[in-house]
């Protein structure tokens, strides 16, 4: 390999008696760019991808140079196209993209050429870990039990997946019940530097999760994308992405006694959601967190996506290196690891005025006090001793100003349930210690056992009602937790190992006992979930359950044991220990020496080495999938695998941009509408869409399975486009009560059917009719699911107008050929009195499209009165102009392929 521009390759000592190549970001400090030292160490990083990938065409000595020169706080009109080492997928998003890679061979093979072209490019790990339900929870079985409902319910995927293994070359699994994919990508699949031949270079990557951010705690540089954006990425397209504004904060002092890193994440998470940090880099630095440990790091990191922003970055320093080696990668790379990121004058945690930074913000750790995050959305933290009056307020609270409307003489009444408990607004019904977020953290992993420990020891119980479960990250949890003597207590209280993989924080909770259910949703009753996990959006962890809160896993035990979220713990014993004496949180809260004298089970690294050393050994249920072979697949018929129809009357020339005439709209919704509303991911209702569907096909209800196995099906997922229960068009009146309806429905128009937005928008696509979606602030908040925009796609809606959009899925929309728009100034759907029965007519597009140019909206009222109003195409950079025009990415990339081996 020959030295790239600026003369930037160098050697290096990488480890005792090896030397290597890398591209030097000192050297390119002195060729010219003084200032270097100061940017972010996040932004050097990715200026580091730049110069080492530059070939002239997709990355120019011009993108180094703007890089090279950013100011905190000049204008973002610059693009990095950043060409990442790596991607990681989980199977709810990896099954769609690997059915879409599969339907590009297909596409090959039509067009006479070698189907073996559509290769990813850069290599892909798939962790299956989404699929996993917690059917069964208190039997010593659950896992198996689990497991194997699992591999029954989802076989037909894994056989696909399987099939995956063997047709691409650079594609990995890591099988069900090894992990989460961002714990294990913490702590196994991520490298620090990466070695080719003997270059080296950091580790860097794009997942399709929005919580792959978490590897942002070992310094490495990755976010989540769509899988739409994977693809891409995986096919030699760069990733697109803004020239960011990066967000220093400064972490000073030290956590007190009795706080936790998920109580420290709460706070970060409020502030900067307050701070508006939706888009941009932050990069945490200063004293404060360097005394964080990684996992403490990476429980902060993985929240990224609920503060808003694309990273939530930690430099490299020696506790990076410590983890690196605690976790059983190899002395050499450890060495390898420093030695690099030190010659790159990037190794240690900068302290104030090292960096320049487009905002800092400050937080005295020592401020942080023990808090919860609840009950609809992660940002809205509340300190533990509010939460009592917080919940009163919210039950009383009208259902339109974001509380539940329930009359003031309700909120103490019980009701009874057959056979079973009495229940009450504020019953705790389920307590999962679940999520990467927090189950990667060993400390507050320990500090759960010790609290459950001492729990028993005083005798107290959980009622056996509620759903408890434990779902850890990865395997080295339930390792360290037997080693330290807490398996048995956490048991003892319920809280089994029920499955290594995404449960209750994704909505596979499973079902509540029937009985329960019929009382919870017949009175109405606003009952709990406690939950360890980063999202609580509302019908994410059960539809039946309204009121949802994030919190640490000792805080779980607790409130499990308290069995009510309106508990005062500072004044009200969690129950009454086998001597008929109370017992106070605080006489069983763990202390950190108590947590120190047992962390020790936690760092073996042989530990780590044998539990990753072989995923198929012990492991008949997956070695057992049988599958096929062969390049091109098969697509027997399924109602779990299909054919996508993306590629339907693909051309080797793109069609003429749509022209937006004469549409309708097919929903006006408010803010905060999430992805989990749009394309959800839990139960399937037998009498939605997508139940009917699959019942039509053979399927009946007790099979369903949920959304996210069946996202391989487009039948199903479009389907299941915006047929959250939670949902509210308001283009619908309020009922008969004065509530607003919820659920997939729309009004279809001319006339005011009502009918689900399913039928109505086949209806209007049969009809030649464009449709448009009208939205609030924040539209597409939460997890990078790309089915949000497929079935948006797919349903016939050519844009979203919205007053802002979450990263993720404004740029998915682009990439399934939607336009994005937003609304300019004081503008909105209510502001405009839009009521769903207009007609529209976009203006401006008709001479071509250019980034972030304003457009109009023509608005016909029903009256015959005409309104004109301004919009901002949110295509926010040139390459993205390339892929509308193209009908999305999948078409470009396809096309470009095909055209490049045609040349050849």
């Known amino acids: 390999m020959s030295a790239r521009p600026f003369s930037t390759l160098r050697e290096f000592t990488a480890s005792a008696g090896t030397t290597g190549r890398f591209h030097s970001l000192p050297a390119l400090a002195e060729a010219g760019f003084p200032h270097l030292g100061r940017l972010p160490v996040s932004l050097r990083i990715m200026l580091e991808s730049l110069l080492r990938n530059r070939d002239g065409q997709r990355i120019s000595d011009e993108h180094i140079q703007r890089l090279a020169g950013w100011q905190p706080r000049a204008d973002r009109e610059d693009e990095i196209p950043f060409v990442v080492a790596r991607i990681v997928l989980q199977d709810f998003t990896g099954v769609p993209l ?21 290769e990813p490019l850069v290599p892909v790990d798939l962790v299956v870990d989404h699929s996993v339900q917690v059917d069964h929870f208190r039997e010593p079985n659950a896992l198996d039990l689990n497991m194997r409902l699992e591999f029954r319910r989802n076989a037909e995927r894994y056989r696909f997946i399987k099939w995956g293994m063997q047709a ?106 307050k701070a508006q940090v939706v888009g941009k880099f932050v990069e945490f630095f200063g004293d404060g967190a ?91 933290r509340i300190a533990l001793p509010d ?53 990667s953290n060993p400390g507050v992993m320990l500090a759960a056992g010790l609290l459950a420990r001492k729990a028993v020891a005083r005798g107290l119980q959980v009622a056996p009602h509620i759903k408890t479960s434990l779902a850890p990250g990865s395997r080295v949890v339930t390792d360290y937790l037997g080693r330290a003597g807490l398996i048995a207590p956490l048991e003892a209280l319920g809280f089994r190992v029920v499955a290594y993989g995404c449960t209750t924080c994704i909505g596979n909770a499973g079902p509540l006992d029937p009985e329960l259910e019929r009382v919870l949703t017949g009175h109405d009753l606003i009952c709990a979930s406690v939950l360890s996990g980063n999202r609580n959006f509302e019908a994410r962890i059960h539809p039946s359950i309204k009121a949802n809160f994030l919190m640490s896993p000792p805080l779980v035990v607790a409130f499990a044991l308290a069995g009510r ?124 869409p997508a139940g009917q569907w699959l019942q039509a096909h053979g399927v009946p209800p007790d099979e ?62 049969a009809a030649g009719t464009p449709t448009l979606i009208f939205a609030g602030e924040e539209y597409g908040t939460g997890s990078s699911r790309d089915w949000a925009a497929k079935g948006t796609a797919l349903l016939g809606v050519k844009a979203v107008v919205a007053r802002s959009f979450e990263r993720i899925h404004r740029s998915n929309l682009v990439g399934m050929g939607v336009l994005p728009l937003q609304f300019v100034g004081g503008d909105s759907a209510a502001s405009l009195g839009l009521r769903g029965n207009e007609v529209f007519d976009l203006q401006g597009l008709e001479g071509g499209i250019s980034p972030r140019q304003q457009v109009t909206l023509d608005i016909r009222r029903s009256d015959g009165s005409c309104l004109s109003v301004p919009l901002l195409l949110r295509i926010d950079t040139p390459v993205e102009v390339d892929y509308y025009r193209h009908g999305g990415i999948l078409p470009y990339v396809l096309r470009g392929l095909l055209a490049g081996a045609t040349r050849a």
Not at 98 to 117: E, I, N
Not at 404 to 424: E, F, I, N, Q
């Open 387 to 439: 939460l009592p009056a917080r919940f009163d307020e919210l039950l009383l609270q009208a259902a339109g100003e974001g509380g539940y409307g329930k009359a003031a003489d309700t909120l103490r009444s019980r009701v009874p349930v057959p056979d079973g408990p009495h229940l009450g607004h504020g019953d705790v019904l389920i307590a999962a210690i679940t999520s990467c977020t927090n189950t």
């Open 565 to 688: 979220i309106g508990i005062d713990f500072t004044r009200e014993p969690l129950g009454s220990g086998s001597d008929g004496a109370p017992v106070f949180l605080r006489d069983i809260w763990p202390t950190r020496a108590e947590i120190a004298a047992v962390l020790g089970a936690a760092t073996d690294p042989d530990t780590y080495r044998q539990l990753y050393a072989d995923f198929t050994r012990g492991n008949p249920l997956w070695n057992d999938i049988p599958t096929s072979t062969g390049l091109s697949y098969g697509w027997a018929p399924s109602t779990y695998i299909a054919e996508p129809p993306f590629f339907d009357g693909f051309s080797l020339t793109p069609a003429p941009l749509p022209i937006i005439r004469e549409a309708r709209a097919l929903a006006i919704f408010g803010d905060s509408v999430t992805t989990d509303h749009i394309s959800p991911a839990g139960a399937i209702k037998p009498d939605s």
């Open 98 to 118: 690997l059915a879409d890679l599969a339907a590009m061979r297909g596409v090959a093979g039509r067009f006479g050429q070698d189907p073996a072209q559509i």
């Open 704 to 765: 369903f399975n949920s959304y996210g196995s069946r996202r391989g099906h487009h039948e199903v997922m479009m389907r299941g486009t915006f047929a959250n229960v939670r949902i509210r068009n308001l283009m619908l009146p309020p009922d008969d009560t004065g509530k607003p309806v919820e659920g997939g429905l729309t009004l279809a128009q001319p006339g005011g059917r009502r009918t689900s937005l399913f039928d109505a928008a086949v209806d209007y696509m």
């Open 168 to 273: 691409f070359d650079t594609f990995r699994v890591v099988p069900p019940g090894i992990g989460i994919v961002h714990q294990v990508n913490l702590e196994y699949l991520a490298r620090g530097v990466i070695r080719q031949g003997d270059l080296y270079y950091p580790d860097t990557l794009v997942g399709t999760d929005s919580h792959t951010t978490m590897i942002n705690a070992l310094g490495v540089v990755g976010w989540g994308v769509g899988g739409i954006e994977a693809e891409a990425g995986m096919l030699g397209q760069p990733v697109y992405i803004l020239t960011p504004d990066v967000v220093g904060v400064h972490l000073s002092g030290r956590l007190q006694e009795g706080v936790t890193a998920t109580d420290l994440v709460l706070a970060v998470t409020e502030m900067l959601r």
């Open 290 to 380: 360097a005394s964080l440990t990684l996992p403490d790091r990476a429980t902060i990191a993985n929240m990224a996506p609920e503060y808003g922003a694309t990273v939530g970055f930690f430099p490299p320093d020696d506790e990076t290196a410590a983890y690196l080696g605690a976790t059983g990668r190899s002395a050499d790379e450890v060495e390898a690891f420093r030695n690099y990121f030190v010659a790159q004058d990037l190794f240690g945690m900068p302290r104030r005025g090292e960096i320049d930074y487009s905002l800092e913000l400050e937080l005295d750790l020592a401020g942080v006090v023990p808090s919860v995050a609840g009950p609809g959305r992660p940002q809205d």
